[in-house]
């Protein structure tokens, strides 16, 4: 496991999934029942990285926790406060979300310069004010060089113009400018090259280490699976079959998790 900077967490519960109903299409022919009594602890400062195979529960996992879907039954509790109710826009002035379209998590037809002001606003009232304050423009640029992509010299450029790259980091950045309690990763390396990827996961991990933000990071790779974070779940049909964290993490290898892949594959006819 790569040695991250981020402590360990620090004994506080943040994030409780109790009890979790989720059945897609009741009633109909394509009837699925995902989650059936779904329980999951994520701890204060933990970074948490789920693989699984398609149609595991992953996604659906981040979308209930962002409130994408609604639950049948079951709590979602935020430092005990049951958020599960709760519409989505609400739980976003807590929650940073990057997904795996780089265009999603950024204004094309906007500025850097407006976009980091837009997200720089989160929360706060619009009122009729400016938009842009440009005396913060200084601030911006000196949160972009450390990305050494460039993008501060390109303040006034619109995002559209940017490569998917520049835009994922771009995004990464805009979601955690303020502070958030939880850091939600959608695969957002899936559509980027492997260099580019690298990039964008060694900028994740010194995000999350110096904003010792609470993370969940759906992937692919197994091996950004194994190397980053400090817990590993695997999902499979709604249900966490492989959870390891601290030392027990430490020791799981990119081979062994293949392995349990294999198996499942098998063992559904595939």
């Known amino acids: 496991m790569r040695k991250s900077s981020f402590s360990m967490w620090k004994g506080m519960t943040m994030l409780e999934l109790k009890g979790i109903w989720k059945n897609y299409n009741p009633g109909s022919v394509n009837e699925l029942c995902l989650f059936q009594d779904f329980n999951l602890t994520v701890r204060d400062g933990e970074f948490v ?35 599960g109710r709760q519409k989505d826009f609400l739980r976003q002035r807590r929650i940073g979300r990057v997904y795996q379209d780089p265009s999603k998590g950024t ?99 010194r995000i999350v280490g110096e904003k010792r933000v609470t993370t969940i990071m759906v992937t692919h790779n197994l091996r950004y699976a194994v190397e980053y974070g400090n817990r590993l779940i695997m999902m499979h049909e709604g249900k966490a079959i492989l959870d ?20 499942i594959s098998v063992e559904c006819g595939n």
């Open 49 to 83: 990285s789920v693989v699984g195979s398609n149609g595991s529960g992953k996604t659906s996992l981040l979308n209930i926790i962002c409130g994408s879907i609604e639950i049948d039954r079951g709590q979602i509790l935020a430092d005990g406060t049951d958020i």
């Open 107 to 205: 204004c094309s037809g906007m500025t850097i310069l407006e976009n980091m002001s837009l997200a720089d606003n989160k929360g706060k009232p619009y009122n009729l004010g400016r938009g842009v304050n440009k005396a913060k423009a200084g601030r911006y640029r000196e949160m972009l060089r450390p990305l050494n992509l460039g993008l501060e010299d390109k303040m006034n450029v619109s995002v559209g113009s940017l490569s998917g790259g520049q835009r994922q980091a771009l995004a990464l950045l805009m979601a955690t400018m303020t502070p958030v309690d939880f850091l939600i990763l959608d695969e957002h390396t899936a559509a980027l090259d492997p260099r580019t990827a690298e990039t964008i996961m060694g900028l994740t991990d």
């Open 244 to 263: 390891k964290s601290g030392e027990e993490k430490a020791r799981v290898n990119a081979e062994e998790i293949m392995g349990i892949f294999n198996r």
